[in-house]
Structures are given as structure tokens and as C-alpha cells.
């Protein structure tokens, strides 16, 4: 299965190598600053996709800095949050500095108040790194004497541990609102300065998961994005579900009748990461698989890679997204297990557990899986027919009978030669072959009957429930 601590550069593009390599086109196009939404819905592979693009794009000698929103979102300040992890980037500083070495320090002179708020929001606070005793310095500044006085009465009312908590928070919020009415535009010049070492004039910002996070934190951090660091070189790209968002916005504003979408205001490009490649995905995911079962024929139709093309013709009908696709194997393999070495059909177990990740309902489902399988129907059809052949045909007369039955089995055999060769162990485009007897077929594909109707579907119903335990 494809998982998030899997090596980036091993992750598969899934189709979206030349997508990768027109949005680094223009991003690298691009010294202003821009804010570029890249939009699909839950479960297309945002995350994956942005890691192995921002991998990619540091291989192009670009500064990518990759922001999870979702994981500061516990904060009540974008700008806090996200100056803390810009600083993170920053190059540390010699090793035994002292805190006052730090604070001599150039990349410290640089970068004065936007290093304290984000130190005193959570940032590096530890002596010898940048912003340390950001709040004492902040405290002896000549400029701040209201802000001191009432950090000082509150610092003594309160007492005690708890005073020492409370004048940080205090002090960062003084500092905080001073950054938006005063430096920050220079400050956050002077840090790209500090962080862009390949002199190219510019940092990408990757924001993910910022359509998880709570709709207050991801409004404000979309009007942090593009008022707050609104300056030349920063390049913000924003990996969204547009639906999700706008529901967000929703929950805040009320429904927002007609138009363009409200994120949309805040965003100076719009890009769609598009479909994934089907094929590549259900291969990537069925061929480990391939060896731990015994398929129910030896039909190519039920082995790799033909039977990961039939998984892949199947998903991609319903545009299931590449979660969807993983959940679904997996409960393919869990069947298999629970198979016990019996003889199975993995692209049914496949299809039959998509459909089940999908909510969709057993008649529906059933209904799609004979018509993305004609064997499937083949089975079941062809079983119900010769029952009704044979019943009807005990009511006539000998002569009568020969012919009826002679007349129906060649209707029934050309039935199974167009539409259940796998069953017989043979390839499903295979046009040379042909039935020695038809009652011997009939019986033969009546003996997988039950498979389809009872024992494939209690086989997913119960790795179902063994996966939600």
C-alpha cells in the first residue's frame, strides 16, 4: 500500500509526472508575490502528490518550505503559526553559541520582531537560538512603556507561576499587533533573504490540509496568506478541496449565493491536480498481492496484470478516489486470507468491496459488478436459464423434447462462449475457443454459482467488519 512514511522519491506520480512539471513551470516562472490554489477533493492525493513535488522542486535548487495547517490549528493565530515554522527553516546557529552570540548574530538583527512573536507563540524559546529572551527584550524596549505597565500590573495581580505564562501571552499579542501595524513587511523581506540560498528570489510555501482545520483558523490563515504576506518572493501554493472549503467559509458567513467561490478572492491562480492514472495505481497496489491467493481458473483475466486493468476499468467508472482504491485492496486481501486456499475471483473481491467503500446499495451494486464482469452474469444467468430449459422441457414429448433442447443449448452455448471464458480457464479476448459439450459447460459454470452469491460476498461483508473492528 502507498503510505505517508513510505520514501518520498519512491512514491509513485500516478500519471501526474507532466502536471508536476507544468506547476513548476510556473512557479519557478513566478519573483512576485502569488498565491496558486491546487484543487481536488478528499482522498485524490494532495499530501503525497505536494511531498514528491516538493521534493523535486529542492532537487531544482528551489527553498520549498511544506506547512500542515491542520497541526497548528490548535493556535488562535495563523501569523504566530506560521512565522514559527518559517523560522524553523532557518540555518542554526553556530554550535556553543551563547544566547547573547544569537543575539549579535545577523540573521537575529535581521529578523527582530518577527523572530519574537514566533518564539514567544511557540517557536524556539531554548537558550542559543533565535528569539530567545524575546520577551525580556520586548519588555526593556524604551517604545513599549504602556504595553509594559500594563504587562507589569497584570504580572503582579496574578503572581506566582502563573504570572510568568500570562505576561508571554500578553507580550504576544502586544508584539503581534505591532508587527501588522509596523515591520512586517520588512521583517518578512529579511527572512526570505535569510532562507532563500540559492539566490533566486523566492520561497514556495506548500500549505496542506488547510481544508481540515477548524473554519475560523482557515479563514484567517487565507487573509494571513495574501494581506499579511502580501510580498514580493513568497510564492504560496495551497493544496485545497475547493467543496470543503467553501462549505468552511459557509459555516462562518452563511450560504454564499451565485458568483465565483469565496476562497477565491484570496487566490491569484487556480489549478486542478486532475484524475490520477487508474492503471498505474491499481497495478502498483494488486501485484505484491498477486501470489497469495489461488485464482479461481487459470484465466489471465483472474492473474496480473490483466486482472489489475479490469480493477482499474472498474474504479475509474466510478471516479473513485486513490483512497478509495487503497481501502478496497485492502479488503481484497483480507478476503483472500479469509479464503483459506479456496479458489477465488479477486477483481469481483475488488469491485465488490469499491462498491462497498462507495455506500453503494446491493442491488445497484450487484447490478454494476455483472455489468463490469460479464462472466459474473454468465454465472448466475447461465443457471437460471438451463434450470428453466430443463423444468419445461420434461413437459414434452420425447421427440419434442430432443429438439427443444437441442435448439436452447446451442443459444446457451453461444451465450457462454461470448460471456464466461474465464470461467473455462481461458482469456477473455480468446476467439478460438470452443465448447465439447454444452451440458458439461452449463454444470460447469453452475458449479461457481454459489461462489458469486454466497461465498464471494460473505468473504468481503467479513473482511469488512474485521478492518472496522
Known sequence: MIGKDQDVSKRPWLGRESRAANFSSIVTSLSKAHVISIEAGFGYGKTIFAEKWAAQLREQDETV????????????????????????HLPPPPENSSAEDVKDSKVYKALGSIAKIACIAGGKLAAGTYGADAVADYLEADDNTDEKAVIEAVAKAAGGEASKQFVNLLATQFISEKIREKDLREQLKALREQLDESNKGRIIVIIDELDRCRPDFAISMLEAIKHLFDVEGYIFILMINPEQIERTAGRLFGKIEGGEPYFAKFVDLRLELGLPAYDELTKLLFEPLDEKFKPLTESPDFRFPKAAEWMSQFAESLA?????????????????????????????????????????KDEQAAGLIKKHLPWVEAAIKTGEQWDTIVKEARELEYEEETEYMKQNSQKIKSYLYNNSLPLFGKNSSDNHFEFIDTTHAVRTVRDFLDSYTILFPALVNASIEIQAS
Open 65 to 88: 518550505i511544506t506547512f500542515d495547517a491542520w497541526k497548528a490549528d490548535y493556535t488562535d493565530d495563523p501569523l504566530m503559526a506560521f512565522a514559527g515554522k518559517l523560522l524553523d
Open 320 to 360: 473513485a478516489t486513490p483512497r478509495q482504491i487503497e481501502s478496497a485492496m485492502r479488503h481484497t486481501e483480507i478476503a483472500m486470507a479469509l479464503a483459506q486456499g479456496k479458489p477465488v475471483d479477486p477483481v469481483y473481491l475488488f469491485c465488490a468491496s469499491l462498491l462497498k467503500a462507495l455506500s453503494m
